[in-house]
């Protein structure tokens, strides 16, 4: 997951030399040029202060989110960030794959019942935007196969311990082909043509919510933000004088692969093998699964995306994990990417011409890097 390196920049004044003093006796007389004293005075002193960066971090979505908002008062980053957090807390309750009590929960039991229901306008945009992706991504990404992620033992805090599920149990639900095709969306009634459909949003939702906090923010008069879910994030402006500049992590170990400017609006959204993953004798099955076979993708380390949308960038992703370095290039075409970046569990890095016209490699150079042929 990416990282987010701060600029430390000052907004083109010099910082750290205090204010100005002015001493200067004054002729009552000459109010003018006292007036004209006491403005320049201040817009010297505010050229010498930093502009107010307010920080704040949320718990949510079983990760930390942190904001970094600028050029506002405190009070008015901070009551931003609180209607967020409200958003944030119902997207997390209505959308949660397994916790009951929400949107999502309820409607995969009707869809297990094989029964139509109404869903309201807060899930409806994702359901009917997860259906675009999944055709794009051929079926790549396909939160249609929440029955498969249970399986596996994902629908939960605590990942099981243990062997992976049997062939058998696995290839049961396969041969029910679990996509969101059946899916079937009618104004607010949704139905599925087969029972095997459980929705499950995890590659989607949180680049769809950072996308949505940036939207907020921006409606309450904020115009330079991060906002950052474990690397996974979208900026709104810039950071002072210049882009807001991110560090992508490596997937293997903790250090920072490349880093990435990132314009107004754009978010970068990263998959990764290494992030959640069950492990028995040695061998580890990552929460990626491939939809074609049932089992957890172990030939990428990660997949990077940068999309203006952050529910479009998360989703392909995801996808781009499950296609691997062979396919990479024909999914991020039919998904209309033009930023994409892979790492292998080799540390081969594979990029698009236009990601890799933006990349810059922190520390160790990769030993190889494979760039596209254009997107
Ligand atoms: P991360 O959560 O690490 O950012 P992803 O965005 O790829 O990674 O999301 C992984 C989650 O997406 C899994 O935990 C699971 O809920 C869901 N998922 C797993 N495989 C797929 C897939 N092939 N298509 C869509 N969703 C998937
Ligand atoms: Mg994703």
């Not at 958003?87 to 139509?116: D, I, Y």
């Not at 690397?231 to 920072?256: K, N, S, Y």
């Not at 990263?270 to 030939?299: C, F, M, Q």
Request: aromatic content about 8%; some cysteine; overall charge negative.
């Amino acid at each position: 997951m990416p990282i987010y390196l701060a600029y430390q920049s000052v907004n083109g004044c010099e910082r750290g030399k205090g204010g100005v003093p002015v001493r200067r006796r004054l002729a009552l007389v000459d109010v003018t040029l006292a007036c004209f004293l006491l403005l320049f005075v201040a817009a010297l002193t505010a050229c010498q202060r930093p502009p107010p960066e307010h920080h704040e971090t949320l718990f949510v979505f079983g990760t930390l989110v942190e904001f970094t908002v600028l050029g506002v008062a405190p009070e008015k980053a901070a009551a931003a960030i609180r209607q967020v957090d409200e958003r944030f807390q119902r997207m997390h309750r209505e959308w949660h794959a397994w916790k009951p009590g929400g949107a999502l929960v309820s409607l995969n039991a009707a869809l297990a019942n094989g029964e139509t229901t109404t869903v309201d306008d807060f899930l409806l945009p994702l359901l009917e935007q997860s259906k675009r992706l999944y055709a794009q991504s051929d079926g790549l990404f396909n939160p249609a196969i929440g029955a498969l992620i249970d399986l596996w033992g994902f629908h939960s805090d605590e990942l099981p311990p243990g062997p992976p599920p049997q062939q058998e149990q696995i290839q049961a639900l396969l041969d029910q082909h679990p996509g969101m095709d059946d899916l079937k969306i009618d104004g607010t009634q949704v139905s599925s043509a087969t029972r095997v459909v459980q929705l499950d949003l995890g590659g989607f939702a949180k680049g769809y919510a950072m996308n949505d906090a940036i939207t907020t923010l921006r409606a309450q008069g904020i115009e330079n933000a991060i906002v950052n879910a474990g690397g996974d994030l979208c900026v709104a402006g810039r950071h002072d004088d210049r882009p807001w500049r991110i560090g992508v992590r490596h997937p293997q170990g903790w250090g920072v692969l490349a880093a990435i400017e990132v314009a107004d609006g754009e978010c970068v959204l990263t998959s990764g093998n290494y992030e959640r993953y069950r492990e028995h004798e040695g061998k580890r099955y990552a929460h990626i699964l491939d939809p074609r076979t049932g089992w957890p993708v172990d030939h990428v380390a990660s997949a990077t995306v940068i999309h203006i949308d952050g529910g479009i960038a998360d989703a392909a992703a995801t996808a781009l994990t499950v296609a691997g370095p062979a396919d990479w290039q024909r999914i991020a075409r039919q998904m209309g990417l033009e930023y994409v970046m892979l790492v292998d569990e080799t540390g081969t890095v594979y990029m698009s011409p236009a990601m890799a016209g933006r990349v810059e490699f922190e520390g160790t150079i990769p030993e190889r890097v494979v760039v596209g042929d254009g997107l």
